[in-house]
């Protein structure tokens, strides 16, 4: 049984940093796609970034990139969201999803592609 752990959400001020932990079992993680989503009430959840267990190929999405940097450490079955200049916009629950497959593409940051998800964690940013 797949389990997803998410860690690190917090209140922040904007342009301050968050690093938030995505934490797998039950499963290999070499065979699966991590992704991140954000989702904020009276909004569909939206595709932050995906990471692949198996290559390390990315994807962000525009609002994101550059700000924003996924990575794994296949020897926690972990996967790490660092979020940098944070904006009120980013505000909402973030939650992990895995789904199995190999190099990510745009399309894996579709929330109706995946399956299994963690609890989510709260990100606020506001002064």
């Known amino acids: 049984q797949v389990q997803l752990v998410e860690s690190g959400g917090g209140l922040v001020q904007p342009g301050d940093s968050l690093r938030l932990s995505c934490t797998a079992s039950?499963?290999?993680?070499?065979?699966?796609?991590i992704a991140w989503f954000r989702q904020v009430p009276g909004k569909e959840r939206q595709g932050i970034s995906c990471?692949?267990?198996?290559?390390?190929?990315?994807y962000y999405a525009d609002s994101v990139k550059s700000r924003f940097t996924i990575s794994r450490d296949m020897t926690k079955n972990t996967v790490y969201l660092q979020m940098n200049s944070l904006k009120p916009e980013d505000t909402g629950v973030y939650y992990c999803?895995?789904?199995?497959?190999?190099?990510?593409?745009?399309?894996?940051?579709?929330?109706?592609?995946?399956?299994?998800w963690g609890q989510g964690t709260q990100v606020t940013v506001s002064s």
């Open positions: 999803a895995v789904r199995r497959g190999r190099r990510v593409t745009r399309g894996d940051l579709s929330w109706k592609l995946y399956r299994d």
């Open positions: 039950g499963l290999t993680m070499g065979l699966y796609i």
């Open positions: 990471i692949s267990g198996s290559d390390n190929s990315t």
